[in-house]
């Protein structure tokens, strides 16, 4: 039951679907000239390049035409895009970016990674409560465990917005809070949730990105090193193959910016096409699941929004 709607120069894709076989009346083309490049300034970017991919792509969802949007392109431009053309939900504050990230345990909820540079704590407060959402009903986990990645775990460690944070969510009876983490516990799967500031996040994602190619750049240089070692490497290959797809990103599809009227997912500009298949996969769910519908009643946005305009006109 999935459409999709290819955003992009037209004769490239055809060009491309040309060396496939695939059911034609589940495919279209949506013809665009202009391409938003990654060094672009995003915001100028969405408003100048109406006729790009990103922009067209975008539109889809903002008419209701498509439901969600998934793009391996500029990652300012979808973030701008998204807020500029799809606009968030009524009391959600700011739309973090959200991946899903390999642990020993399973998956954990990485929020923010890159939208929200310097936000408010109630922001993370919000980010908690989407993640907490999201877990329990995209992967199935009852109770998601909630951490705030500090600089200790304890509660004074910190800084001010770490500080503040940490009361809105120790106060708040729809998480399960555990309290405050350390970077290092991450992939231990001590959390099913690890909220932050996006530029944390993103710094904790290239870290976790970059050692986790390093050490299966060097393992595979150590197991092809001697003639024993790669005996010994053809013994321990179903195992290894195991692992590894154990902390596989891929596997995961790419990052949704959750709290928009739609769903926008950001790929890696380096996806393989088994990270594309999971984050269309990951949109089905998404929409099947109503993930929308459950942050509005949940977090009880439209009470949150009504009480925001008061105090707004009240102060005018």
């Known amino acids: 039951n ?23 009346d589940r495919v279209q083309i949506l013809n665009c000239t202009e391409v938003i490049a ?6 100028d970017a969405i408003r100048t390049k109406k006729d790009s991919s990103i922009v067209k792509g975008l539109r889809l969802v903002k008419d209701g035409e498509c439901d969600a949007f998934v793009t391996a392109g500029s ?25 899903l990230m390999p642990t020993a345990k399973g998956p954990v909820l990485l929020i923010d990674c890159g939208a ?43 800084n001010e917005l770490a500080k503040q944070a940490h009361q809105l969510l120790k106060d708040c009876p729809d998480i399960n809070f555990v309290g405050n983490i350390e970077a290092r516990e991450i992939p231990e799967g001590a959390v099913d949730v690890a909220v932050t ?27 092809m ?8 490497a053809l013994m321990i290959k179903p195992a290894l193959k195991g692992m590894i797809k154990t902390f596989d990103a891929s596997e995961y599809g790419g990052a949704p ?20 298949e999971h984050a269309l996969e990951q949109c ?20 949150l929004a009504s009480a925001r305009r008061v105090k707004k006109n009240s102060e005018e």
């Open 2 to 24: 999935l459409k999709v709607t290819f955003t992009g120069k037209e004769e490239l894709v055809k060009a491309e679907l040309g060396k496939l076989k695939y059911p034609a």
């Open 38 to 43: 990654m060094a672009e300034p995003p915001v």
């Open 75 to 99: 990652t300012g431009a979808a973030l701008a895009g998204g807020q500029l053309l799809v606009g968030r939900i009524k009391g959600i504050e700011r739309p973090p970016l959200a991946p």
């Open 116 to 158: 929200n540079m310097d936000p408010r704590p109630s922001m993370l407060l919000q980010f908690a409560q989407m993640g907490s959402i999201y877990m329990r009903n995209m992967t199935g986990v009852e109770k998601p465990r909630v951490g705030l990645v500090n600089v200790g775990t304890e509660e004074e460690k910190g």
């Open 197 to 223: 500031d996006a530029f944390t996040g993103n710094a904790i994602l290239k870290m976790y990105e970059g050692v986790a190619k390093v050490i299966l750049h060097e393992l595979k240089g150590a197991l």
């Open 225 to 232: 090193s001697s003639f024993v070692s790669k005996i010994g």
């Open 257 to 276: 910016m959750l709290g928009l009227k739609g769903l926008v997912v950001k790929s890696h500009g380096n996806s393989k096409a088994a990270e594309i």
């Open 284 to 303: 089905i769910t998404f929409k099947e699941k109503k993930i929308n519908d459950l942050f509005r009643s949940e977090m009880k946005l439209d009470e």
